[in-house]
Every structure is written in structure tokens, then in C-alpha cells.
């Protein structure tokens, strides 16, 4: 099987797995971005020389910044007993390692802002249409394994009323959207770059990609973002739309270079073997991350909610 099948395999599962997770429950999306910031953060940590077992508890140690979404515990208790293992951490290696401590520190920092905060933001982006209802907020609320059983849930789907949209303050348009805008971003860059591409983009970084394929994948992602406000957020300003898909295109393509430069300086060509033909999580996500980053921003001025679900089930 040559590279391209593989690649195109590999692909479509991915896509298929990630768009059934967000569609599904709030609780297959949580699980699905719980397993991509521990293998995000377990690359991190082996891209910067730790240990495989070193890595795997980094991975592990991004999933408290996340647990107020599967816990009980709130946001700030998260960030509290993340704060007492990191000083922990940090004074055995300024005990044991001395000065070479510092970089370890810089390393772990820059990780959790690259990797969880993002990451963090796009599973409370879900959570918009509940935030903008004005009703409590509690961790119980917060945790999505109780969107299951209450608290967000409707009243027992009807024949008319597929289980799958059972839980009307569950936004899944925003969430869907930045995975369609980095996809179209992707997909029109590559081929505009084929087609028409001649200067590089940046030879150094990333040598395949040009100017006009920058410029064609921005454009023609602007299009597909008017084209989703218009279609599924009923939103008429499509210039918003616009705005968010070349922005997304933008900031993907800069999440790529800077994952890209991270490669460079390492001398490696793939951050992992995450994915078959593409790769590891680093590779796969990097724009992805700087998408959660953009689309969380934006949400805070251009809120994108939905009616509250009566008789028909609504999908964002």
C-alpha cells in the first residue's frame, strides 16, 4: 500500500471518528479530546527529550487542566492541585538537575499553553448556549458526564426526537466548524498549491507550501465559513462567516509553521506515529490548536447559540 492510500485511509476513519464523537454526546467529545491532549502532550514531552514514562505522566498531568469536564471539581480546584504538582516538580529538579532544571520548566509551561489551554477553551465552547442562559453554572452543570442523566438533558426522546440530538444546550455547531474550516483549509491550500503554486511560502519551514496556495485555501475557506453562518447558524451578517474562515485559514496555517519550526529545531521530520500516513498528534493537530485558540476568541464576540430545543431536534 503506497502512501497516498494509506494516507487516505487513515483519513477518512480519522474524520469519520472525529465528526461521530462531536455529533454523538458531550461525552464521546470529551473522551476524544481527552485522548488527542494526552497524545499531543506525551509528543510534546518526547520532542523535548523527556523519557517515555516522563511523557506519559505529562500527558496525564494535561488531563487535570481538563477534569472539571468529566469531575466535579471546578476550574480553579483544577488549576490549584495542577499548581502544587508543578511546584513540586520543579523543586526535585532544582534539587537534582540544577541549572538544566530551568529549561524543563520553560518546556512543561509553553506545553500546557500550547496544548490544554486550547484544548480546555474548545470543550467550554460547547458549553456557550448554557453560559448564555444565564442559569448556574456549578460544577455539576460543568461536568459533561452529567449531561447524560439530567441537568442538560430533554425529557425522553420520541420517535421524532433522535437520541443523538438529546441535549439542546449542547453546542455543536461552533465545535464542528473549526475542524470543517482547518479541513477546508487544507484541502484548498493543497490544491490551489498544485495547481497554480510557484513561491514559496516558507522555504525553510515548510518547503511544499507556497503563496498561492496560502492565498487560494484562505479564500476559499472565507467562502465555506459565510456559507456555514448563513446555512446552520442563521446568521445573516455572512461577512462574519467570512472573517472566521479566512482568520481560521490564517491561524491554522501559522499553527502549522510554528509545529513545523518546533521539527526544524529538533531535526526531526514527524512528531510521532499517532495517525498512519500523517504522522503523529503534533502533526495532526497543530493547526487544530491555534483553530480552538481563534474560534473561542470570536465566540466571545460574535456568540453563536441556538433556540432551545422543543418539539424537533436542532443540530447546533
Known amino acids: 500500500m503506497n502512501n497516498f492510500t494509506l494516507r487516505a485511509i487513515s483519513g477518512f476513519f480519522y474524520a469519520i471518528t472525529v465528526v461521530g464523537c462531536i455529533l454523538l454526546s458531550p461525552t464521546t467529545l470529551a473522551i476524544l479530546m ?19 514514562p516522563s511523557a506519559m505522566g ?37 534539587f537534582t538537575q540544577g541549572i538544566s532544571a530551568l529549561n524543563q520548566a520553560k518546556n512543561l509551561g509553553l506545553g ?28 455539576q452543570a460543568f ?11 430533554s425529557p425522553k426522546p420520541g420517535p421524532d426526537f433522535p437520541a ?23 484541502t484548498f491550500a493543497y490544491l490551489t498549491g498544485r495547481a497554480f503554486g510557484k513561491n514559496p511560502l516558507h522555504a525553510e519551514l515548510s518547503p511544499k507550501k507556497t503563496w498561492e496556495g496560502f492565498i487560494g485555501g484562505t479564500l476559499l475557506t472565507a467562502a465555506v465559513g459565510a456559507y456555514c453562518f448563513y446555512a446552520f447558524f442563521q446568521i445573516t451578517n455572512i ?13 491554522g496555517t501559522a499553527g502549522d509553521l510554528f509545529e513545523s519550526a518546533l521539527k526544524r529545531e529538533k531535526g526531526i521530520k514527524d ?8 504522522g503523529g498528534a503534533l502533526d ?20 453563536m447559540t441556538q433556540a432551545p430545543a422543543a418539539a424537533i431536534a436542532t443540530p447546533f
Open 112 to 139: 500546557i499553553l500550547y496544548i490544554a489551554l486550547p484544548i480546555y477553551l474548545f470543550l467550554l465552547l460547547c458549553q456557550s448556549q448554557h453560559l448564555a442562559s444565564g442559569q448556574p453554572h456549578t460544577p
Open 164 to 186: 443523538m440530538w438529546n441535549a439542546p444546550n449542547y453546542l455543536r455547531g461552533p465545535v464542528l466548524l473549526v475542524f470543517i474550516l482547518i479541513w477546508s483549509s487544507d
Open 271 to 278: 512528531s510521532g506515529k499517532f495517525l498512519p500516513g500523517h
Open 143 to 153: 461536568n459533561y458526564l452529567n449531561w447524560l442523566s439530567g441537568g442538560f438533558m
Open 58 to 94: 505529562f500527558g496525564v498531568y494535561t488531563w487535570l487542566f481538563l477534569s472539571p469536564f468529566v469531575t466535579n471539581l471546578t476550574p480553579l480546584q483544577a488549576a490549584g492541585i495542577a499548581a502544587i504538582i508543578a511546584l513540586l516538580w520543579i523543586t526535585h529538579r532544582l
Open 34 to 52: 481527552f485522548v488527542i491532549a494526552f497524545f499531543c502532550a506525551f509528543e510534546w514531552a518526547r520532542i523535548h527529550d523527556a523519557s517515555k
Open 239 to 251: 461577512w462574519q462567516g467570512a472573517i472566521l474562515g479566512a482568520l481560521m485559514s490564517v491561524f
Open 284 to 303: 495532526r493537530f497543530d493547526a487544530f490548536l491555534f483553530g480552538c485558540l481563534l474560534m473561542w476568541a470570536l465566540a466571545q464576540i460574535w456568540p
